[in-house]
Nanobody
Framework: VQLQASGGGLVQAGGSLRLSCAPSGDIFSITRMDWYRQPPGKLREWVSSITSVAGTTNYADSVKGRCTISRENANGTLYLQLNNLKPEDTAVYYC?????????WGQGTQVTVSS
């Protein structure tokens, strides 16, 4: 499985962005997809996840209420809608796909929120 993330950019506080992550390869073996982020100088942290079959979603407390994860059924593309962005949301955002228990990472997309 290969993952191509896109959609990052520079946005003012209070703005919105939609991140995308396009999988290729054996996409029907993906059991779950996640978004992680790594703020400057900090460890990578989990943001949100969505399961492939039931579509169950989960969110970190830091983004709950401001963020929506979704996945397109036709081609498996993963999205993360980020609203009411804050400077502390500045990070490189990574998508992850789980095939059984094996993780596959995308290359990351930079989100910068100015105050």
């Amino acid at each position: 499985v290969q993952l191509q993330a896109s959609g990052g950019g520079l946005v003012q506080a209070g703005g919105s962005l939609r991140l995308s992550c396009a999988p290729s390869g054996d996409i029907f073996s993906i059991t779950r997809m996640d978004w992680y982020r790594q703020p400057p100088g900090k460890l990578r942290e989990w943001v949100s996840s969505i399961t492939s079959v039931a579509g169950t979603t989960n969110y970190a407390d830091s983004v709950k209420g401001r963020c929506t994860i979704s996945r397109e059924n036709a081609n498996g593309t993963l999205y993360l809608q980020l609203n009411n962005l804050k400077p502390e949301d500045t990070a490189v955002y990574y998508c992850l796909a789980l095939v059984n228990v094996r993780p596959y990472w995308g290359q990351g997309t930079q989100v910068t929120v100015s105050s």
